[in-house]
């Protein structure tokens, strides 16, 4: 089992979700956030008055798969977030330990599937 947390942009969130869903995957955490990322939150504009970090807003995706699903889950979230340019987002994956569905008590793979 794997956690894949991804930042994007927010106004690809909708073609993101439809990418997902049309893959199976349709089972995800959605929450606003802050961030930044190599350029400090500035655009190459900036660059020159950078004082400080700057932070802005992207989407947070918390979505646990079973490891048959990671790599289509991946190849969607990517090719629906792309636009090319600074800022498209990160996708991070970690190693599950465990996953407990509350209402049945059913574990692991089960669980998350
Ligand atoms: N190393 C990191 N640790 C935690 N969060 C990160 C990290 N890198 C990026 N993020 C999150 O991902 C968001 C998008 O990052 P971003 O796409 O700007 O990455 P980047 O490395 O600067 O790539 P690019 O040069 O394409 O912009 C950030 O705003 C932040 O929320
Ligand atoms: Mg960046």
Known sequence: MKLITAFIQPHKLPEVKAALFKDGINKMSVSNALGCGQQ?????????VKHTINL??????????????????????????????????KIFVTELSQCIRIRTNESGNEAIG
């Open 56 to 89: 802005l807003k992207k989407v947070r995706l918390d979505i646990a798969v079973n490891d048959d699903f990671l790599d289509k889950a991946i190849k969607s979230l990517c090719a629906a977030a792309k636009t090319g340019k600074i800022g498209d987002g």
């Open 40 to 48: 400090q939150g500035f655009d190459e504009t900036y660059r020159g």
